[in-house]
């Protein structure tokens, strides 16, 4: 698989990885779990019961730019107002 696919689809534990390592916040799968039932977490895509993330929906989700979104990065808070 190509590095451009990986970044595609990746589960959840590799964005839990990916979030942490490319941008500093910490960031669990079990989390990430988590944020799919109760939301506010990055955009995800079910296929059956896997649950596959794109990178650049992490991107957008970290730094608030997706709509969905109700995490804020810097505090740590979830259903913090920007």
Not at 47 to 52: E, I, S, T
Request: with cysteine; glycine share 10%; net charge positive.
């Amino acid at each position: 698989m190509d590095d451009r696919n990986s970044r595609l689809n990746l589960n959840r534990k590799q964005a839990a990885h990916y979030v942490t390592e490319m941008w500093g916040v910490p960031c669990s799968y079990k989390w990430l779990a988590k944020l799919v039932v109760v939301g506010g977490g990055p955009r995800h895509w079910k296929w059956g019961r896997a649950v596959r993330y794109r990178a650049d929906a992490l991107d957008a989700w970290v730094f608030g730019c997706e709509p969905a979104c109700n995490f804020d990065p810097c505090s740590g808070v979830i259903g913090a107002q920007f």
